[in-house]
């Protein structure tokens, strides 16, 4: 199973980014989708997640302003990045979990300057 991630990039306070990450090699609709995000010196932790039924969840810091969704005809989750901080600042990992295996995306780093 390979995840894809991409979207990251450079932006001001206040724009927008949306990620994309598609799964290769596994059952697409069958999958949790998460992402997650990474800063230097800290630990990894989860930004929102979707099921395979489509029920979603989010961070506290995510929430309102993050939207998590997925096209299992494309095989891909995405999460779009609304009013974004200079907080918001890290690289993103996408995330699939199927059945008690899970697997990692490369990581695309955003950068939201003020």
């Known amino acids: 199973v390979q995840l894809q991630a991409s979207g990251g990039g450079l932006v001001q306070a206040g724009e927008s980014l949306k990620l994309s990450c598609v799964v290769f090699?596994?059952?697409?609709?069958?999958?949790?989708m998460a992402w997650y995000r990474q800063v230097p010196g800290k630990q990894r932790y989860m930004v929102a997640f979707?099921?395979?039924?489509?029920?979603?969840n989010y961070a506290d810091s995510a929430q309102g302003r993050f939207t998590i969704s997925r096209d299992n005809a494309k095989n891909t989750v995405y999460l779009q990045m609304n009013s974004l901080k200079p907080e918001d600042t890290a690289v993103y990992y996408c995330?699939?979990?199927?059945?008690?295996?899970?697997?990692w995306g490369q990581g695309t780093q955003v950068t939201v300057s003020s």
């Open positions: 979707i099921s395979s039924g489509g029920s979603t």
């Open positions: 090699g596994s059952i697409f609709s069958d999958n949790t």
């Open positions: 995330h699939a979990q199927t059945g008690p295996y899970g697997y």
